[in-house]
């Protein structure tokens, strides 16, 4: 399967964007779709990620704030980022796989899009 995350931009602190992972290749039902993100100098962290039948996780950083959704009828992930604060600026990144096990490793990822840039200025 290929991804590709798009939706990123600027704004300012407080605002919101929706970002999203379309994918081609294969059904996107038959994944768990994760987001990460990553920032200057720091590793790659899990943001939040979406079952094959819903079920979601989230990063303790996020929760109340971000919301992940899936259309699997136009393979598409969203992630909607509210309330944003500057320390959020990052590139984000959507990732599949087949299980909710150890979601929050970016090891266990077998596919990756290419990112998209979040700016929050505050």
């Known amino acids: 399967v290929q991804l590709q995350a798009f939706g990123g931009g600027l704004v300012q602190a407080g605002g919101s964007l929706r970002l999203s992972c379309a994918a081609s290749?294969?059904?996107?039902?038959?994944?768990?779709i994760a987001w990460f993100r990553q920032a200057p100098t720091k590793e790659r962290e899990f943001v939040a990620a979406?079952?094959?039948?819903?079920?979601?996780s989230y990063a303790d950083s996020v929760k109340g704030r971000f919301t992940i959704s899936r259309d699997n009828a136009e393979s598409l992930v969203y992630l909607q980022v509210d309330n944003l604060k500057p320390e959020d600026t990052a590139v984000y990144y959507c990732?599949?796989?087949?299980?909710?096990?150890?979601?929050?490793?970016?090891?266990?990822?077998?596919?990756w899009g290419q990112g998209t840039l979040v700016t929050v200025s505050s």
């Open positions: 979406i079952g094959k039948y819903g079920t979601t």
């Open positions: 290749g294969r059904t996107i039902s038959s994944y768990v």
């Open positions: 990732a599949a796989r087949n299980s909710m096990l150890g979601v929050a490793n970016p090891r266990q990822y077998d596919y």
